[in-house]
C-alpha cells in the first residue's frame, strides 16, 4: 500500500435505488474495475463503451492473409521460380485484403453513453 499513486480515500453512501444505478451503469460500461469507472466518471463526465469488436476480426484476417503470402514469398525464395498458381493466389490474397480493408472501413464504432 506503500507505492500507491492515489492516496486519498473517498467513501460515498447511496440509497437502494442510487445504488442499483451505480450497478448497472457499471455492469453496462464492461470496464473491469470499478474505482477506474468512478474515476473516469467524476474526471469527464461520462464514460464511454466503445464497440472495437470489428478491429480485431479486421487484425486476424489480416493476419491469416499475411501468413498465406510469407508462405508464397519463402517458396519463390527456395525454388527461385514463380509459378502462375503463386502469382493467382497473391492476386487472389490481395483481393481479399481490400474487401477486409473496405468492409472495416464501412464499420463505424458503436458509441453509447
Avoid: C
Amino acid at each position: 500500500m506503500a507505492n500507491r499513486t492515489r492516496t486519498h480515500r473517498n467513501e460515498v453512501y447511496l440509497d437502494d435505488k442510487e445504488q442499483f444505478i451505480l450497478e448497472a451503469k457499471f455492469k453496462e460500461s464492461k470496464m473491469k474495475s470499478k474505482s477506474a469507472f468512478l474515476r473516469k466518471l467524476i474526471l469527464f463526465g461520462f464514460v464511454y463503451d466503445v464497440d472495437y469488436s470489428y478491429l480485431r476480426n479486421y487484425n486476424t484476417e489480416l493476419g491469416r492473409i499475411s501468413k498465406s503470402l510469407n508462405q508464397i514469398a519463402k517458396r519463390i525464395n527456395s525454388t527461385n521460380h514463380i509459378y502462375q498458381e503463386d502469382i493467382d493466389e497473391v492476386k487472389e490474397l490481395m483481393n481479399q485484403v481490400w474487401h477486409t480493408q473496405k468492409s472495416m472501413l464501412s464499420k463505424q464504432p458503436l458509441i453509447k453513453r
